[in-house]
């Protein structure tokens, strides 16, 4: 077995955070017929503030008006009030979505409720976009931020709440526009670490707002990983990583690939299972020779499925000298181990001889890259004394002793 050694380390940091997502709850409205009330058609999964689907005043329409996918969405005018309970649910990070439109001139309010229950609702946000294009959001305080949006398009709106940590982010077509504590609510007056609903309520005149693809989505956090590092000493490119949490985290596999090949497996590192304690991970790839590697890692849960690492690159260069080392152990037996490097491409000979010069052992007869190499010598079928091993290249020659006790 030959492998590069290199006496300079190099070393990559990334920090990256493996998410998968579930949805728990979808809703495109296109199996509804346009023109009849929401929660009417489906009370299991929408409601009204009073909690009376076909409610004259508070359930909202299905409307064909407008429609992000499909052909239907539903639309909140003044006094509306429609509900998608969730949960509840008091730990876990969740992502409640969906798409908007808002026709010029016309108006908009919505929120997200740690606890739906009419008038002892608590409110953890809620977001007023006003006529013309201006939005105001309380959150963890009165008009805690600003923003703008557009009329007469869909417009991607986000509301993402992690109980673990007690935070909370509202975003719109990408963009975040407000990190704030969940339990602070809307207001600042406090709240209970809680996700149960969603309400898109028609609070004046002019509100007229289309609601589409609808989800709520819990994010899974499989493995939080801290840190991904690889280095290179000594012929071993030395891979080590961190993780601050982990669930359900069966295996770690380790691929590589060189330039001009596709990724391959070329090992396996058990994790932790679930657990919120750091852990810490190594493994060292020996079977490398000079070149340029990109390494990553896929992460395994117990039901299969998957996510990958952010990619490393570490550079395994050519020596800078021909040089033969001392052979280990020594005294040896019957095997030990010789480690040469040659600073230029070529054909090598590395032999072994006796004392009065005759030759034993041929390790090595060919051509070789550049690079460090290791060979093992067993020595089983000679007997006991000192012999001479001799590296020899078209330049070059080095010869040194090792002695064999039986």
Not at 231 to 244: P, R, Y
Not at 276 to 302: C, H, I, M, W
Request: with cysteine; net charge negative; proline share 3%.
């Amino acid at each position: 077995m030959k492998k590069v050694l290199l006496s300079l380390s190099l070393i990559f940091v990334f920090s990256v955070l493996s998410i998968a997502q579930v949805t728990v709850f979808s809703d495109n409205f296109d199996s509804y017929l346009a023109g009849q009330q929401l929660a009417c058609q489906n009370p299991t999964d929408w409601t009204t503030w009073s909690s009376l689907p076909c409610d004259p005043v508070e359930d909202g329409y299905v409307s064909s008006n407008y429609a992000h996918s499909g052909s239907n969405s539903f639309v909140i005018v003044q006094n509306n009030d429609q509900v998608h309970e969730i949960g509840p649910y008091t730990s876990g990070k969740w992502e409640v979505n969906w798409q908007m439109y808002i026709p010029t001139g016309a108006s908009g309010y919505f929120n997200t409720l740690s606890i739906f229950a009419g008038a002892a609702s608590e409110w953890g946000m809620q977001a007023y976009l006003n006529v013309g294009g201006a939005g105001t959001l309380d959150a963890g305080g009165v008009t805690a931020a600003t923003f703008t949006y557009p009329n007469d398009t869909w417009i991607f709106v986000q509301v993402i709440v992690d109980l673990d940590i007690d935070q909370a982010q509202f975003w719109m077509d990408g963009t975040m526009i407000y990190q704030w504590q969940w339990t602070l609510g809307a207001l600042g007056g406090g709240g209970s670490l809680q996700l149960n609903a969603n309400d898109f309520f028609g609070a004046v005149a002019t509100d007229e707002t289309y609601y589409d693809d609808y989800q709520v989505l819990d994010l899974i956090i499989p493995v939080e990983l801290t840190s991904f590092t690889a280095s290179v000493n000594e012929g071993n490119v030395v891979l080590n990583w961190s993780t601050a949490t982990e669930t359900n985290n069966h295996l770690f596999e380790i691929e590589r690939k060189a330039v001009t090949s596709e990724y391959i497996t070329i090992g396996y590192v058990e994790g932790a299972g679930t657990t919120t304690e750091p852990q810490n991970y190594s493994y060292a790839d020996n079977e490398v020779e000079t070149g340029t590697y990109t390494y990553r890692l896929k992460q395994v849960d117990f039901d299969g499925t998957f996510t990958y690492s952010n990619e490393v690159e570490v550079d395994v260069t050519a020596p800078l000298s021909f040089n033969l080392d001392q052979n280990y152990p020594n005294p040896f037996n019957p095997t030990t181990n010789i480690n040469y490097s040659i600073q230029e491409a070529g054909n090598i000979i590395l032999a072994v001889y006796n004392t009065v010069g005759e030759k034993v052992a041929v390790l090595v007869n060919g051509y070789s890259e550049a690079g460090h190499f290791e060979v093992s010598f067993d020595a089983s079928n000679l007997t006991s004394g000192v012999y001479l091993y001799k590296l020899q290249s078209a330049n070059s020659v080095q010869t040194k002793k090792m002695m064999l006790l039986k």
